[in-house]
């Protein structure tokens, strides 16, 4: 399931998932108060979260982008995840590819998810060489448009979730030249 793609940052390694991710992903995604902004908000158990990263690792082998493992160095933990996807959800952004990340509540309010990001916009405009970075976020939700702004995104438009009927914001970021 891994293969050696890793970023590290100070405090993370940004790695390929392997089979042992699954239950500490699972415990990300049984939270509710993780999951009240994704989706319907509905809690992910089990056998949802294996069948995500099963996708999430196919979308490396379809697009040659994914959705990271993200664990703390120090304590070797896994935190969620960050990465890059096309969104399938979204067609009005094609061609896009759109970051994202979820990570545990013990992991919030320490800018975790912001090195994360930050890896993963490197990782967009130097290793894979694109041009424009998409990030999209539930309207009211602020802790994501504040990441969002600290990585330079700019607010794009706001649009309506076709699957979920909600309204989100959609945030631009291009390479530099």
């Given at each position: ?152 995104m700019r607010h794009d438009r706001e649009t309506t979730h076709p699957q979920y009927g909600v309204p989100v914001c959609v ?7």
């Open positions: 399931m891994a293969s050696p793609l890793t970023l590290l940052t100070p405090r993370l390694t940004l790695r390929r998932w392997r089979t042992d991710d699954i239950e500490p992903m699972a415990a990300v995604n049984a939270d509710p108060e993780v999951m009240r902004w994704t989706g319907d908000g509905s809690v992910h158990d089990r056998e949802r979260t294996a069948a995500a990263v099963a996708a999430w690792e196919q979308g490396w082998e379809e697009h040659g982008v994914g959705l990271f493992a993200v664990e703390v160095r120090r304590s070797r933990r896994l935190a969620g995840f960050a990465g890059l996807s096309v969104p399938a959800e979204l067609p009005e952004l094609r061609p896009a590819v759109e970051i994202g990340w979820r990570l545990g509540r013990p992991f919030w309010d320490d800018g975790l998810a912001t090195e994360a990001a930050r890896a993963v916009l490197d990782f967009a405009f130097r290793d894979r060489g694109l041009a424009r970075v998409v990030g999209v976020h539930r309207t009211g939700h602020e802790a994501p448009a504040a990441v969002m702004r600290k990585l330079g945030h631009v970021i291009e390479a530099r030249p």
